[in-house]
Nanobody, 122 residues
Framework: QVQLVESGGGLVQPGGSLRLSCAAS????????MKWYRQAPGKERESVAT???????NYIDSVKGRFTISRDNAKNTVYLQMNSLKPEDTAVYYC????????????????WGQGTLVTVSS
């Protein structure tokens, strides 16, 4: 029973900062790629940031230089540090992880967090 629990969303003024956290729990054997997605009302869900188990990262152009994805493998946790926030960043942010367990036959399966709302407004 793998779960991804997100936290850190909220209301912030333009130019402000937020830090999102996503902790995976359960009988986890291994976690591969972890990502952050976001979805605004009426918009398609988009991948914001990606991090591999070795720490390689990738970002969509709109957040480069402002967002930083990181992970703590010992804590099974991924973070998204968001700085210089803009109203266009307003969305529900979702954590994503590829996780292998004994019950999955050590195959990596996709798991999603419940989403946390980030609102950037003055």
């Amino acid at each position: 029973q793998v779960q991804l629990v997100e936290s850190g969303g909220g209301l912030v003024q333009p130019g402000g900062s937020l830090r999102l956290s996503c902790a995976a729990s359960g009988s986890i054997f291994s976690i591969n790629v972890m990502k952050w997605y976001r979805q605004a009302p009426g918009k398609e869900r988009e991948s914001v940031a990606t991090i591999t188990v070795s720490g390689r990262t990738n970002y969509i152009d709109s957040v480069k230089g402002r967002f930083t994805i990181s992970r703590d493998n010992a804590k099974n946790t991924v973070y998204l540090q968001m700085n210089s926030l803009k109203p266009e960043d307003t969305a529900v942010y979702y954590c994503y992880a590829q996780i292998a367990t004994v019950t999955s036959g050590y195959r990596f399966l996709e798991h999603w967090g419940q989403g946390t709302l980030v609102t950037v407004s003055s």
